[in-house]
């Protein structure tokens, strides 16, 4: 399989990274896994922070190369952080002490609901992200006891709302995409999704006002 | 919204698909990589494999049957069946699983689903649960259903949250295989008791009986496994009978 972009996973040690990578090499060809968060974002053209585990271990992991994985993203390098990668986009979280990546402004906190966490099959609202038109949402996979609050709300690009706490689904700001589903969990229109993703990327778009 | 599931479980042993016949013995039905595939391309919104291997060797193979079918599988999978620790959580999760049910262990040792949580988040860890009407109330079995202990499913079911659970399959002994229809009143309890979602399990016949768990017994979702490996019915048809009952169910074309 060639390269078609060069793709490298973040692991941060907690999860089940194989039907992510499954998902991306369709459309990215091999994926590389690193593990050291400073290393992972040298020579590579698609960061992607996947999304099972607590926001405290992930943080601790992601410490040592923060700064330069920060600063990376900052300049623009493509970014798809899912879930709790999404989560670590942002500055804080109620659920642990740690630094996340504040690439995004805002905070992550509790979901207010009845139900916590969010486990199953949610659909996406209002959506204007573009990748999300290239690759409709039907009901996609969510498993979060915690949401992201940004700051600026116009980064949102796609709404959820579980027993009536309304919360981002995806977020959007230049080169920085962040979902709170699993769109490799999200059957076929899920990984149809993430090719949309390494598509934008691919062509440009999910790089522009960057670099 | 979010929808309510159907989930499909099969009993795995030694890496492969088994049914018990009659209670008795066991019957080979399969790849369960084929059979999961199979099953989501029909619409089930989660795969369950609960290993039902005695040894640890069996046992083993099952994390490579995890790997395999994360590679096909994009719907989440959760293993169960002889999950002792937070490492065996973390071993299963890092092999392909999104969620780890936990039974025994949980009882013997209740800091497992706390560490587990702490570490991999509540999201992943789910407490199973097999109850046992006893009077007016339900009493937790371990050890496959096969050991009564002194908890109460009820008391039990909120402890486990307490500890870290992120959500409780609950399966009705007295059901489990019946095809009557699941334990309402047992589901209902518990999913009144507990803030994190229940799946119920045990007693599926037919479609009306998921529809039951749902809306009478209050479960997020409901777990099916013989009606669908005996071709009693279809997951489409399950589906189709939900959707029918006005639940939110995500629709598979």
């Known amino acids: ?211 | 919204m979010l929808t309510r599931r159907l989930v499909v479980c099969l009993d795995v042993q030694g890496g492969r698909v088994v049914k018990g016949v009659q209670f008795e013995s066991l019957r080979d039905v399969g790849d369960p990589v084929a059979l999961a595939v199979r099953y989501e391309r029909e619409g089930a919104d989660e795969i369950v494999f609960l290993d039902i291997s005695a040894s640890a060797e069996a046992r083993a193979t099952l994390l490579d049957v995890a790997r395999r079918t994360a590679e096909r599988l994009f719907v989440p999978l959760t293993i169960g069946g002889g999950v002792r620790t937070a490492d065996d959580v973390g071993r299963a999760l890092r092999a392909g699983a999104d969620k780890v049910s936990i039974n025994s262990a949980a009882v013997a040792t209740p800091e497992i689903l706390t560490e587990s949580a702490y570490r991999y988040g509540a999201q992943c860890v789910v407490a199973s649960i097999d109850a046992k009407r006893d009077g007016d109330r339900w009493r937790v079995y371990v050890k496959g259903g096969k050991v009564p202990t002194e908890l109460d499913a009820v008391a039990w079911a909120c402890e486990c949250v307490r500890r870290g659970a992120g959500e409780i399959l609950l399966t009705s002994i007295d059901r489990d295989g019946a095809r009557t229809g699941y334990d309402l009143p047992l589901t209902r309890a518990i999913a009144d008791a507990v803030c994190v979602p229940v799946v119920a399990s045990g007693g599926a016949g037919e479609a009306r009986h998921v529809v039951d768990a749902i809306t009478e017994g209050g479960a997020d979702a409901a777990l099916v496994a013989g009606i669908l490996h005996d071709g009693v019915t279809t997951v489409r048809a399950l589906k189709a009978a939900m959707q029918a009952a006005a639940l939110p169910v995500r629709v598979t074309v």
């Open chain 1, 1 to 211: 399989m060639d390269a078609l972009l060069r793709c490298t996973v973040f692991d941060y040690g907690a999860g089940n990274l194989h039907s992510l990578v499954k998902a991306l090499e369709p459309a990215t060809g091999p994926v590389r896994i690193e593990t050291d968060a400073a290393a992972a974002v040298h020579e590579t053209d698609l960061l992607v922070l996947p999304g099972v585990g607590a926001f405290g271990l992930a943080a601790e992991c992601l410490a040592a190369g923060r700064d330069a994985m920060r600063a990376a993203i900052l300049d623009g390098l493509p970014t798809l952080g899912i879930c709790l990668g999404m989560q670590l986009l942002f500055a804080e979280s109620e659920e642990a002490p740690g630094m996340g990546l504040d690439v995004l402004p805002g905070r992550v906190t509790r979901l207010r609901a009845q139900r916590v966490p969010q486990i199953g099959w949610n659909t996406v609202d209002d959506v204007t992200d573009p990748a999300a038109r290239e690759a409709p949402l039907p009901a996609v996979y969510y498993a979060n006891g915690f949401v992201c609050r940004p700051v600026d709300v116009s980064v949102v690009t796609g709404w959820t709302t579980h027993d009536g706490d309304r919360f981002p689904a995806i977020v959007r700001r230049g080169a920085t995409v962040g979902v709170q589903f699993h769109p490799e969990k999200s059957s076929a229109a899920g990984v149809a999704f993430v090719h949309a993703i390494v598509h934008g990327v691919a062509r440009g778009t999910l790089s522009q006002g960057a670099r």
